[in-house]
């Protein structure tokens, strides 16, 4: 399996899990919704497809107009990510979840990516 980024998004900015094909967290932190901080996220989705070969594959829940910003940046650069349904991403990491906190909540994302058959969005 190649990288996974979760992104748990708010008013003006996401915060951000990376995980490598075993699992491990390389990095994460928080990206404010601006120009220079998608650009830097552009950069890194690159240096992972060359990295892995194939794209990252990128996660996060549909927060209404919070997510529009990050869904325009993706479908403008041509990257392939799973937007789900906030109510089915809280059922899958439900069981997962100790402390509900943006962090926790991209890492149970980018964790329960690994093992949930989810449909990419257009």
């Given at each position: 399996m190649k990288h996974v980024i979760a992104l748990d998004v708010s008013k003006g900015k996401s915060t951000f899990a990376i995980?490598?094909?075993?699992?491990?967290?390389?990095?994460?932190?928080?990206?404010?919704h601006t120009r220079i901080d998608f650009e830097r996220l552009h950069h890194r989705i690159e240096e992972m497809t060359v990295l892995d070969k194939q794209a990252p594959e990128i996660v996060f829940e549909a927060t209404g107009i919070y997510s529009k910003p990050l869904e325009k940046f993706l479908a403008t650069k041509g990257?392939?990510?799973?937007?789900?349904?906030?109510l089915e991403a809280n059922l899958q990491m439900a069981k997962m979840r100790?402390?509900?906190?943006d962090i926790s909540d991209a890492h149970e994302l980018a964790k329960t990516h690994f093992s949930m058959a989810r449909e990419a969005t257009y």
């Open positions: 995980y490598d094909r075993y699992k491990q967290c390389e990095l994460e932190g928080e990206l404010t990257h392939t990510y799973c937007r789900m349904n906030p100790r402390h509900k906190t």
